[in-house]
């Protein structure tokens, strides 16, 4: 069977870990304009690259993986040569469809995706939405394609902006969790690397537990937490913090800036 022609524009960091994760199961080319980048992206991947015109003129499905401030110029670039059954995947924080389809016309196939950073290895979490356009069998496609860098959720698009807060934010507040946790265990008396090791076993091996037990993380929590004991100490501190609420006002801020940002 032929392998579907994917044309990706912007190979960074993002682009990059879709190319890495799809290149042996489509026929990818990539414009990226960072010349650098592009030809370290040719010497991992088997790619084709090429500008603009060559990349989309050979695609049936183009992927846009540029930075918000450059996506204007690349859609107004796009635009006189896009062919009607090509279909659009833009991965553009903040970005609608409906701004993508006013840029592109109206009767372009669009499809919004929000990948996340696990992504660079395999084990991202990507929203999928649909512009006016798209169909099922739009959706069905970024799905699959999706599926070569971790997991997918197809939703409306008016949950993108929490779904930016949850899982596209995501990675930072673990990455905040993991390093405030390896702190602390330093500050008791290990050294660097011992800390480290200790924080990551333990994270990794309390995920395993909680995925592979299919336990609610609080009740858990509630497990390990005995009345009087040391757990119990840490907890009350958490709690004397609020914590809980720590969080769930931070995820509300990123929401809202996703919308404040989002066009
Ligand atoms: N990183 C994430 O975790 C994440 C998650 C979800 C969504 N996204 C979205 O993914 C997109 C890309 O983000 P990123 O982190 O991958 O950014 P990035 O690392 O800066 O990658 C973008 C690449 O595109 C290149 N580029 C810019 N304009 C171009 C053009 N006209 N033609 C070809 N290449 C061009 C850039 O080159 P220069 O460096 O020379 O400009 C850069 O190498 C963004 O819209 C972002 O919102 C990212």
């Given at each position: 069977m032929k392998k579907t022609k994917i044309g990706i524009i912007g190979g960074g960091n993002m682009g990059g870990a879709i190319i890495g994760g799809i290149c042996k199961e489509y026929n990818v080319s990539v414009r990226e304009q960072d010349q650098k980048r592009l030809q370290w992206l040719k010497r991992k991947y088997k790619i084709v690259t090429g500008?603009?015109?060559?990349?989309?003129?050979?695609?049936?499905?183009?992927?846009?993986?540029?930075?918000?401030?450059?996506?204007?110029?690349?859609?107004?670039?796009?635009?006189?040569?896009?062919?009607?059954?090509?279909?659009?995947i833009s991965i553009a924080a903040g970005?609608?469809?409906?701004?993508?389809?006013?840029?592109?016309?109206?009767?372009?196939?669009?499809?919004?995706?929000?990948?996340?950073?696990?992504?660079?290895?395999?084990?991202?979490?990507?929203?999928?939405?649909?512009?006016?356009?798209?169909?099922?069998?739009?959706?069905?496609?970024?799905?699959?394609?999706?599926?070569?860098v971790g997991v997918t959720a197809v939703l409306e698009e008016k949950y993108m902006d929490a779904l930016t807060a949850a899982s596209g934010s995501g990675p930072a507040y673990v990455f905040l969790f993991i390093e405030s946790m390896t702190k602390a265990v330093?500050?008791?008396?290990?050294?660097?690397?011992?800390?480290?090791?200790?924080?990551?076993?333990?994270?990794?091996?309390?995920l395993d537990l909680l995925v592979q037990q299919k336990e609610d993380a609080g009740v858990?929590?509630?497990?390990?937490?005995?009345?009087?004991?040391?757990?119990?100490?840490?907890?009350?501190?958490?709690?004397?913090?609020?914590?809980?609420?720590?969080?769930?006002?931070?995820?509300s801020a990123a929401k809202k800036r996703a919308k404040e940002l989002s066009k």
């Open positions: 500008d603009l015109k060559t990349v989309v003129k050979r695609s049936q499905v183009i992927i846009l993986a540029v930075k918000p401030r450059s996506f204007d110029s690349v859609l107004k670039e796009l635009r006189p040569l896009l062919k009607q059954d090509q279909l659009v970005i609608t469809c409906r701004y993508v389809e006013k840029r592109l016309g109206t009767k372009t196939r669009v499809i919004r995706a929000m990948p996340n950073l696990p992504a660079q290895v395999g084990e991202g979490i990507t929203g999928i939405c649909a512009g006016k356009a798209a169909g099922k069998k739009d959706l069905i496609f970024a799905q699959v394609l999706f599926s070569r330093r500050a008791l008396g290990f050294d660097e690397k011992t800390s480290r090791a200790l924080v990551l076993r333990t994270i990794i091996g309390s858990l929590r509630a497990r390990v937490t005995s009345k009087g004991g040391t757990t119990q100490a840490a907890m009350d501190v958490f709690a004397k913090h609020d914590f809980k609420m720590v969080f769930k006002e931070a995820l």
